[in-house]
């Protein structure tokens, strides 16, 4: 989920399509959330690691 946020911001970014933009920073803050939870430990969405 983070590379794919990743990728469209920087699709967003080139194009200038806004809303790719917009998404491009949702995904890669969720994702990089659920990484570092992940990473320490916690249970996300019921499973022990999260990739």
Do not use: D, E
Request: proline residues 0%; charged residues 5%; positive net charge.
């Amino acid at each position: 989920m983070f590379l794919l946020g990743i990728i469209l911001l920087v699709v967003g970014f080139v194009t200038g399509i806004s809303i790719l933009w917009t998404v491009g920073i949702v995904l890669a803050v969720i994702g990089a959330l659920l990484w570092i939870l992940g990473s320490m430990g916690h249970a996300v969405a019921g499973r022990r690691h999260y990739w």
